[in-house]
């Protein structure tokens, strides 16, 4: 294997060509972000403690996997980056991180607040070096600097962002029963709201020559993407519950049975809902008055979604997708095995393959779905081994071979 993989892949750059990451994240909301930068071209370095980043060893493995160096969640999150090695409890580590901060744009950290500052590496140190440095966190409930909480030091994962974000309160079968969301939306929510706060902080700083310090708390990324529960509860003083598969202000708009599973409908405006009564041949509904507009629709829903369903039981998804696709807004619902099936997902790359360390074949993982006409994005490698890269990394940071070989010696890097 190369030990440097940028020239892998197309060759594309990317609009971020140029700009260079210093990554101390682990799990999913950092690296996400990181990698949202790494796929536009951005160079990011992983900077990772000794024994890696926790989620090289969660999995999943393929079993034809030789090697078990990282499964499927940490190749999924961590594409496009390179990976030093670093004990940051050692001073020489410590002195590296400098020397890389100098000569960095961005750094992205998802610690608890007051880990970096107690490695001698705070915000405030950096800054000192770099000036114009772009220094962003993620963390559960925010950072001192930019705000305050009663629950600063409070750890944090995606299901307890989902729970006190309150998307977990507005998702499920029934009121009673809270769901959690099945992706990581606790955590891929904060990392996209982290990316486009990095590059509104790096705009800047380009500008006028200063960076600053951001953070996104996981929570409050929750809360911005359940903005509907905000403002039903401060101009109706509804608190919002879980609805099932319907919508609170628009019909109709949710789930509805097919004969072998699922499908959505979305005929909010009067004239979708015109095109899908006669659609479902039930013109008839045109001329009821508790059908005239949305808001008689919502108040009569279900006996809307009674006859929409009363259609859609008698078909089978794909019949369905015949009849009503490309009419009005409509999409069947898929699991895994439909999406590898439906050409779309193969036609906008968003089945990616990648080359899997001790094996002799690619897998799929999530593409890129941000297109771009003129820098497009791109999967130029695969995830990293641990410590793949770091005596290239130190090598172009200036570093002698003498001096690379005395902190190896000295357990800082590896």
């Not at 403690?49 to 393929?62: E, I, N, Q, S, Y």
């Not at 999924?76 to 100098?102: G, P």
């Not at 000569?103 to 950290?109: G, L, R």
């Not at 628009?250 to 004969?259: D, E, I, K, S, V």
Request: charged share 25%.
């Amino acid at each position: 294997m190369k030990e440097d993989m940028r020239s892998e892949g197309t060759g594309a750059t990317g609009a971020l060509d140029g700009l260079k990451v210093l990554d101390f994240t682990q799990m999913l909301a950092g690296p996400f972000c990181t990698q949202l930068l790494a796929d536009q071209g951005a160079e990011v370095i992983k900077i990772e403690p000794m024994a890696g980043d926790t989620t090289r060893k969660v999995g999943p493995f393929h079993p034809d996997d030789k090697l078990r160096a990282f499964g499927g969640y940490f190749q999924s999150a961590n594409r496009n980056k390179l990976s030093l090695v670093l004990d940051l409890k050692k001073a020489e580590a410590r002195e590296i991180v400098l020397k890389l901060a100098e000569q960095a744009d961005v750094v992205v950290e998802n610690y608890r607040p007051g880990v970096m500052d107690r490695f001698g590496l705070s915000y405030e140190v950096l800054r000192e070096r770099n000036p114009k440095l772009v220094y962003a966190s993620i963390r559960g409930f925010g950072d001192p600097r930019t705000g305050s909480s009663p629950y600063m030091e409070w750890p944090a994962f995606d299901v307890v962002s989902q729970a006190m974000g309150g998307l977990m309160g507005i998702t499920g079968p029934d009121e009673n029963t809270p769901i959690k969301v099945g992706p990581g939306m606790g955590d891929l929510v904060p990392a996209v709201l982290a990316a486009y706060g990095v590059m509104a902080a790096v705009f800047r700083a380009q500008r006028c020559g200063r960076g600053q310090f951001l953070n996104v708390a996981m929570v409050d990324g929750v809360l911005a993407l359940c903005e509907r529960t905000i403002y039903q509860y401060s101009y109706q003083g509804k608190v919002a519950h879980p609805e099932g598969n319907q919508h609170p202000l628009l019909c109709p708009f949710g789930m509805f049975p097919a004969r072998d599973g699922w499908v959505t409908l979305a005929c909010q405006s009067d004239d979708f809902w015109r095109q899908l009564c006669m659609l479902i041949e039930r013109e008839d509904m045109l001329s009821d008055a508790r059908f005239t507009d949305n808001q008689t629709r919502v108040q009569n829903r279900d006996a809307v979604y009674e006859a929409v369903s009363g259609y859609t039981t008698r078909y089978t998804k794909r019949e369905l997708t015949e009849r009503l696709g490309g009419h009005v807004p409509f999409g069947p619902v898929y699991d895994i095995a439909d999406i590898h099936a439906d050409p779309h997902f193969r036609q906008s790359g968003m089945l990616a393959e990648v080359e899997q360390p001790g094996m002799d074949r690619k897998l799929a993982i999530a593409g890129i779905p941000i297109h771009m006409s003129e820098t497009p994005g791109s999967i130029r490698h695969r995830a990293p081994l641990l410590g793949e890269h770091s005596d290239m990394i130190l090598r172009e940071a200036g570093c002698s071979a003498a001096e690379i070989a005395r902190w190896r010696e000295a357990g800082a890097v590896a």
